[in-house]
């Protein structure tokens, strides 16, 4: 995930500033863990095993900022819009209607599993269409769903 500039600091108990800038999730009580969000301006990596959450958390996080009036962007590795789109209904979140509005984009970005790369392979062209649907919708939030499926097109750990 990665969290646009914001202007939450945290204080510690002996009321000095922390220094680090956080952007509030506006998810009920992960703010107060995080003392205040997710640090501002930069990528957060969210690990965790199948069905433990990832998903959820990210799509979480862009539906209340876009909400609030910050647009975000869905990038996924894994499942379709439409299943994304009806996954959510059951947490009463109208995707539809977010990108309608313009606060909301899902990205497909299923990889054919028959596909071999050859050549060097970069993420160039899926971050140029990220750049540029961000400063088309003024979009700040962005969530990268399932990197490791990605991940696993490259024979070569290094690369």
């Known amino acids: 995930m990665y969290t646009p500039n914001a202007s939450t600091t945290r204080e510690s108990d002996m009321g ?3 220094g680090i800038r956080k952007t509030p999730t506006q998810i009920e009580g992960l703010d107060e863990i995080l003392h205040g969000g997710l640090p501002q301006g930069r990528v957060t990596l969210v ?3 199948p069905g433990s959450g990832k ?3 990210g799509l979480e996080f862009l539906c209340r900022g ?13 499942e379709t819009t439409e299943n994304i789109r009806q996954n959510t209904l059951s947490f009463g979140w109208d995707l539809p209607s977010l990108e309608k509005a313009g606060k909301l984009f899902l990205m497909e970005a299923q990889l054919d599993p028959g596909v071999i790369i050859s ?15 961000a400063q088309e919708m003024g979009a700040a939030r962005v969530v ?9 097109v490259f024979n070569d750990p290094i690369r």
Request: glycine share 18%; charged share 15%.
């Open 55 to 57: 998903t959820l958390l």
């Open 16 to 18: 000095n500033t922390v």
């Open 144 to 152: 990268i769903d399932a990197l490791d499926v990605l991940m696993r």
């Open 47 to 49: 690990g965790g095993g």
């Open 119 to 133: 050549g060097e392979f970069n993420l160039s062209g899926f971050l140029s269409i990220i750049e540029g649907k």
């Open 66 to 78: 876009a909400q609030s009036g910050h647009p975000g962007i869905f990038l996924s590795f894994e």
